[in-house]
């Protein structure tokens, strides 16, 4: 029951992912950022159905005023075990697909910077070589 750092981290792969699909439509810039945010969001949503899936049983097995909540299994982040446990799923099921979000739309954007920074060098270089063409 840790923190499910794999699905955050899956974030930086998936915005490279998703940018180097959208960036080679023929679309507006405005478009293409959009279609990213869609679809990192789509991913966010994904894992947050899928963490609740996951953490409805702990919930409803914890909701029980008999059930033993000290001895669960989470850390105690904070010192009462019931504000622990209400943390400890708040953490899993809100907190960990906003965390991949940002992860994804940061990579995404790191994407878009060097994939417009190699286009721009790509240029350069290209009407460089036009023009010694020409001088010479």
């Known amino acids: 029951m840790g923190v499910p750092i794999f699905c955050i981290l899956l974030g930086f792969p998936l915005g490279w992912f998703i940018t180097r699909k959208v960036i080679a439509s023929t679309e507006q ?40 909540i000290q001895n669960f299994g989470h850390p105690y982040i904070l010192f009462d075990p019931i504000a622990s446990f209400i943390g400890w799923l708040i953490l899993m099921i809100i907190i960990s697909p906003f965390l991949q979000l940002l992860t994804t739309i940061f990579a995404a954007f790191i994407t878009v910077i060097r994939t417009k920074k190699n286009c721009n060098n790509k240029a350069y270089s290209i009407n460089r070589q036009e023009n010694n063409r020409v001088f010479t």
């Open 29 to 68: 810039l405005f478009q293409k950022l959009f279609k990213i945010f869609k679809f990192s969001l789509l991913a966010a949503i994904f894992t947050f159905i899928v963490m609740l899936i996951v953490w409805v049983s702990a919930i409803l097995i914890n909701i029980d005023s008999s059930s033993d």
